[in-house]
């Protein structure tokens, strides 16, 4: 038995705060009775609507894509636009995992099990989420150093975090960065780089924990096997006890 507002939560419906504000506006119901009450707990036997829609107790799904540019990271698109979603063929209501930008391209992961993704995103669990960037400019190590100890990004300092250059190219000016980092606010990794003067080019994630995008072709996905699944879990419940 589990709390109502964990349990949709985990369906990937919403995040748990807003589950908790669709039971206090009365807009869910258990077994075809309106419930109000925030700490009632509910057997997977439980038929839950909300607000007319019943919530399915679908097996969990786990997919790792390797986001193409050009798509946007959303279930949907006011304006039409292709999104990750649309690139997966499933019947399974699955949602990405945090976000990467309409151009960042690589690993994305998309399941429709709220709990795992909720670790994933969160930085206490420091999974690490591994960039690559091609910047304007040849950087330095004093600026590495920056990046490692953390810069203002939106007033707030980043944790702490890997970095190394892989490459220079003196011709066209740009040098090739890799970037470990555990969190994921908005637009971390230009913000970061902008923070210190340089422009990001282009910016892929070459992986997120241990799984990379090294053999996939951009646009390919392939579903994650239970050990990796299982490895996923423990790599986040490790850091968060
Ligand atoms: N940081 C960014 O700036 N963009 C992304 O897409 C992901 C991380």
């Known amino acids: ?19 908790e504000e669709l039971i206090s506006k009365g807009l869910v119901k ?26 399915k107790n679908e097996n969990k799904v786990y997919y790792l894509l390797n986001k193409p540019r050009g798509i946007i990271t959303s279930t949907s698109d006011d304006k039409g636009r292709k999104t990750v979603v649309d690139l997966i063929n499933t019947n399974v209501r699955i949602y990405p995992v945090g976000r990467l930008d309409y151009d960042t391209t690589g690993a994305l992961l998309l399941t429709n099990d ?60 740009t040098s090739i960065v890799e970037l470990t980092i555990h969190e994921g606010r908005n637009h971390q990794v230009k913000k970061m780089f902008n923070a210190i003067g340089y422009d990001v ?16 072709k951009s646009g390919d996905y392939r579903l994650l096997n239970p050990k990796e699944v299982k490895k996923l879990y423990n790599e986040t419940k490790n850091k968060t006890c």
């Open 30 to 55: 258990v077994n075809g009775e309106i419930i109000y009450e925030l700490g009632i707990k509910v057997s997977p036997n439980d038929m839950i609507e909300i607000d007319g829609y019943i919530l």
């Open 114 to 173: 709220g709990e795992l993704a909720n670790l994933i995103m969160h930085p206490k669990s420091q999974i690490d989420k591994v960039y690559v960037a091609k910047i304007k400019g040849l950087i330095g190590k004093n600026q590495i150093l920056k990046l490692q100890n953390g810069v203002l990004v939106d007033g707030i300092k980043t944790n702490k975090a890997k970095a190394r250059i892989l490459n220079y190219d003196k011709k066209s000016d």
């Open 1 to 19: 038995m589990e709390r109502l507002q964990k349990v949709i939560a985990n369906s990937g419906y919403t995040s748990r705060r807003k589950a």
């Open 201 to 216: 080019l282009k910016l892929k994630r070459e992986r997120i924990a241990f799984l990379d995008v090294k053999n996939m």
